[in-house]
C-alpha cells in the first residue's frame, strides 16, 4: 500500500511540474536519443504524442524529449523504474544488463529484410520476447523497427581485412564487439550522442548503424564512406515500467495500449522508405556510399559467422530457428 500511495505522489509531482499539460491530466514522458524528425523513431514518437494528446485529450499529456536531451539509453531506463519518465524507446541492444534474449536480434546477418523483422516480431515467438524484462520491471509494447546497419570508417571497407586494426564506436552490445572483433578491429562502447565528436576527433575509425542515424546525425561528413553491408538489425523496444502500467485505470491503459499498437503498425510500415530517403540524402549532400558484390557480401558474412555459435547459448537455437524461418 505505501508503495502504491508514493507512486501516486510521484505521478501527481510530475502532473504538477509539467509546463504543457493541464491540471488533472497524465503526464506521459518519452525521452529519446535520435533526431526529432525525419527518422523512424523521431517520427513515430511525434505521432504518438499526437495521437494520444488528441484522443486522450484532458486524460493524458504526452511530452516528447528528443536527441538526447532528458536521458542517454543508459540512464532512461533507471529513470523508467524511478518514474522520471513513462516511456523510452532503446535499441534492443541497450537491453543486456536486464536480458541476454535480445542478443539475437544483433545476430550479424540473421534477418534478410525489414520484412522479416516485421513477420517475426508478430510471430508468437518474437511476442513472446516483449514480457521477458518483467521480473526487473520493464515491459515492452512493441517493437519499432528501425532499418538495417551499414559500416563507415575513415577508409574505404570493401572486405572484412579492410576493418583490420580500426577500432570502431558499438552499442553496450557483446555481440558488436565480438562483431568487429571477428573482423579483425576493435570495438569501443560510446553514447550514440558521443559518436559524432569520437569520428571527427578520430578518438574511433569507424561505426555501424542506419542509414537515418548516419545522415541525420551528419555521420557520414566525418568519415571516408559508408558501405552497405546491411549486417545487422537496428530495432527498439517501446518499453514502459511494468509498475506504472498496472497502475493505469483499466479503460486508460486499453485506450492507451490500442494507441500504441496502431503507431507501431503505422511508424513500422513506413521505416523501408525513411531509410531509402535518407540513404538518398546522404549522396544528395556528396557522400560516398559503397555497394558490395554478391563475393564480397560473402566475405563479410563468411567472417561473422563464428559470432552466432558464441551466443546461441544464451539466446537459445529455438529463438533463432524461428527468426531465421520468417526469412
Ligand atoms: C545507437 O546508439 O547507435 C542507436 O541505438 C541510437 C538509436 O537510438 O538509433
Known amino acids: 500500500l505505501l508503495g502504491a500511495v508514493s507512486a501516486a505522489a510521484l505521478l501527481f509531482t510530475a502532473n504538477a511540474a509539467s509546463a504543457n499539460c493541464d491540471d488533472g491530466e497524465m503526464v506521459i514522458k518519452f525521452s529519446h536519443v535520435v533526431a526529432a524528425t ?35 539509453d543508459d540512464k532512461v531506463l533507471e529513470a523508467l523504474l524511478l518514474g522520471d519518465v513513462q516511456l523510452a524507446a532503446p535499441s534492443l ?8 534474449k535480445y542478443r539475437l536480434f544483433d545476430l550479424p546477418f540473421l534477418f534478410s529484410s525489414l520484412k522479416a523483422v516485421d513477420s517475426f ?11 521477458v524484462m518483467e521480473d526487473v520491471g520493464y515491459t515492452g509494447l512493441g517493437y519499432w523497427s528501425s532499418g538495417l546497419k551499414q559500416f563507415s570508417a ?32 576493435s570495438a ?4 550514440f550522442k558521443e559518436v ?9 575509425d569507424g561505426q555501424e548503424n542506419s542509414w537515418s542515424n548516419i545522415y541525420t546525425q551528419k555521420f557520414f561528413e566525418v568519415q571516408d564512406g559508408v558501405t552497405e553491408t546491411n ?50 540524402n546522404i549522396l544528395d549532400a556528396g557522400g560516398t556510399i559503397r555497394e558490395l558484390d554478391a563475393e564480397q557480401r560473402k566475405a563479410w558474412v ?26
Open 38 to 72: 525525419g527518422h523512424p523513431k523521431g517520427d513515430a514518437a511525434t505521432l504518438l504524442a499526437e495521437r494520444v494528446n488528441s484522443e486522450m485529450d484532458g486524460k493524458a499529456c504526452m511530452e516528447v524529449f528528443a536527441n538526447s536531451t532528458l536521458f542517454d
Open 93 to 100: 541492444s541497450k537491453f543486456e544488463a536486464y536480458t541476454l
Open 121 to 131: 516480431t508478430q510471430s508468437e515467438a518474437g511476442k513472446g520476447l516483449l514480457t
Open 154 to 185: 575513415n577508409k574505404p571497407l570493401l572486405t572484412p581485412s579492410d576493418a583490420d586494426g580500426l577500432k570502431f564506436r558499438v552499442q553496450t552490445s557483446d555481440v558488436a564487439v565480438a562483431m568487429i572483433e571477428a573482423m579483425g578491429g
Open 188 to 191: 569501443q562502447k560510446l553514447a
Open 196 to 204: 559524432y565528436g569520437a569520428l571527427q576527433t578520430g578518438v574511433v
Open 231 to 280: 549486417h545487422q538489425l537496428l530495432a527498439y523496444l517501446l518499453v514502459t515500467s511494468t509498475e506504472w502500467l498496472n497502475s493505469l485505470d483499466e479503460d486508460f491503459r486499453e485506450q492507451f495500449l490500442k494507441i500504441t499498437n496502431e503507431v507501431t503498425i503505422e511508424a513500422n510500415a513506413s521505416v523501408a522508405a525513411k531509410e531509402a530517403e535518407n540513404r538518398q
Open 302 to 327: 563468411d567472417v561473422m559467422k563464428p559470432v552466432w555459435t558464441k551466443f546461441e547459448g544464451d539466446i537459445g537455437t529455438d529463438l533463432i530457428d524461428a527468426a531465421v524461418a520468417s526469412n
